[in-house]
């Protein structure tokens, strides 16, 4: 069995592949196929330990946030498909996609689960030890030209992340046409099910962040930038303009 250094490692070579137009299994914990059997959806390991990201997100969050809320979207996705061979062949980026594929009586709860499966495998990469702070190459250029300045995307984007309601997101996406923009979705709801690419995502889901910063929620936002993984958010950006 691989030991923690060598499963991060592993991690760490299939990560910026992301889940734009690819979907290694490690990425978006989809299901696979071994020996004619389907292995169910899977929660993917984090690509660092769960104090990586201290002081900013704390490790105890870590763990009710990995291992337990992603964990329950896995369970109960893996029971909504129990009885869809199918549905459980795909990657769960291609599952939400197609949302009108999925049958009736279990796609409240695929888009659901399914929805925070894909969110949360998505979310642990957007995140990293030791941020370079702000993006470089394409990127950097491409949020210069579209909200002004790095500070005018901040500022854009955390209002965005401020302005959501309850529980949802907050994203730097790409669409079609492969603009820039800024929006948020309720509950596990995502880009990915418009049509368009997520380059970057912050989960305000009180579980989120409330062990540390309480209600302050503009507090954990702040905190969210000294983590970015501008390198991952590159990748996806790369990937999403060539589609």
């Keep these: 069995m691989l030991d923690r250094r060598e499963v991060m490692k592993a991690m760490g070579l299939t990560a910026i592949a992301g889940v734009c137009g690819v979907y290694p299994a490690i990425a978006t914990g989809q299901s696979t196929q071994m020996s004619g059997s389907i292995t169910p959806y899977t929660v993917p390991p984090l690509p660092y330990e769960y104090d990586a990201l201290e002081p900013y997100i704390d490790a105890q969050t870590m763990h009710l946030h990995h291992d337990k809320h992603h964990a329950a979207y896995?369970?109960?996705l893996n029971a909504a498909v129990a009885d869809h061979l199918e549905l459980s062949r795909l990657p769960v980026v291609d599952l939400i996609q197609h949302l009108d594929r999925v049958p009736e009586s279990v796609r409240t709860a695929v888009r659901n689960n399914g929805g925070g499966h894909a969110n949360h495998s998505f979310f642990w990469q957007v995140m990293q030890k030791n941020s370079p702070g702000q993006p470089k190459a394409?990127?950097?250029k491409a949020i210069d030209a579209r909200f002004g300045s790095f500070s005018g995307f901040q500022e854009q984007f955390t209002k965005a992340a401020m302005s959501v309601f309850g529980s949802g997101w907050a994203w730097l996406s790409l669409d079609d046409k492969h603009q820039l923009s800024i929006e948020t979705s309720p509950n596990q709801d995502s880009p990915w099910m418009a049509g368009r690419t997520p380059i970057l995502g912050i989960d305000?889901?009180?579980?989120?962040?409330?062990?540390?910063?309480?209600?302050?929620?503009a507090d954990y936002v702040a905190a969210f930038y000294k983590v970015?993984?501008?390198?991952?958010a590159t990748a996806q950006y790369q990937l999403g303009i060539k589609q």
Aim: hydrophobic share 45%; glycine share 0%; aromatic share 24%.
């Design 74 to 76: 896995v369970k109960n």
């Design 138 to 140: 394409e990127l950097a």
């Design 228 to 232: 970015i993984s501008w390198d991952f």
């Design 204 to 217: 305000v889901w009180e579980h989120a962040y409330y062990l540390k910063y309480q209600n302050v929620r």
